[in-house]
T-cell receptor, first 113, second 110 residues
Framework: DTEVTQTPKHLVMGMTNKKSLKCEQHMGHRAMYWYKQKAKKPPELMFVYSYEKLSINESVPSRFSPECPNSSLLNLHLHALQPEDSALYLC????????????FGPGTRLTVT | QQPVQSPQAVILREGEDAVINCSSS?????VHWYRQKHGEAPVFLMILLKGGEQKGHEKISASFNEKKQQSSLYLTASQLSYSGTYFC???????????FGTGTRLQVFP
């Protein structure tokens, strides 16, 4: 099974809401990633978890809060977002770190109103 | 220091060849190549780990020139299914970070 799943597929939220994005993989991968992608732009790294520990935070605003409850799950908690945070949020996983291929989930299309 | 890809866009007829280049200003440990179709997630194509390494499967291959900090993706006898945006992703030493290049949009017409 080489699948990374993400829920929800679409999310519309107001600036005062709190919501969470979920990502799951069952490939035994030890590295998991959150990316943000705007239209016609490359994916932009937000966070990296390696062996369930946060190893990279790309100076992401605190209104985005990642969590890795176990080796298969990755969450992204959202609070007080801004309209400019509207984007496609992609989760990915890899066997270990950057020398291994990354498998991407289908993404969550987030709209902040 | 985002890697720069060239060209930005390519239009091909089926059966034609294309080369996409990826240049980095940093010393590279690895180069990944991904293809993303509109509205879909990026899909892994291949990874190159050693300078001078060349890889390929079917009609898509790639090379990695570590000294020049460059990689190239070669698409031969293109098919309609090759259409999409191609991204290189570069990894540097001592980091888990993969930085995606600027992207090349490829369109193949019958």
């Amino acid at each position: 099974d080489t699948e990374v799943t993400q829920t929800p597929k679409h999310l519309v939220m107001g600036m005062t809401n709190k919501k969470s994005l979920k990502c799951e993989q069952h490939m035994g991968h030890r590295a998991m990633y959150w990316y943000k992608q705007k239209a016609k732009k490359p994916p932009e790294l937000m966070f990296v978890y390696s062996y369930e520990k946060l190893s990279i935070n790309e100076s992401v605003p605190s209104r985005f809060s990642p969590e890795c409850p176990n080796s298969s799950l990755l969450n992204l908690h959202l609070h007080a977002l801004q309209p400019e945070d509207s984007a496609l949020y992609l989760c990915a996983s890899s066997q270990a770190e950057v020398s291994y291929e990354q498998y991407f989930g289908p993404g969550t299309r987030l709209t902040v109103t | 220091q985002q890697p720069v890809q060239s060209p930005q866009a390519v239009i091909l007829r089926e059966g034609e060849d294309a080369v996409i280049n990826c240049s980095s200003s940093k010393a590279l440990y690895s180069v990944h190549w991904y293809r993303q179709k509109h509205g879909e997630a990026p899909v892994f194509l291949m990874i190159l780990l050693k300078g001078g390494e060349q890889k390929g499967h079917e009609k898509i291959s790639a090379s990695f020139n570590e000294k020049k900090q460059q990689s190239s993706l070669y698409l031969t006898a293109s098919q309609l299914s090759y259409s999409g945006t191609y991204f290189c992703g570069t990894g540097s030493y001592n980091t888990d970070k993969l930085i995606f290049g600027t992207g090349t949009r490829l369109q193949v017409f019958p």
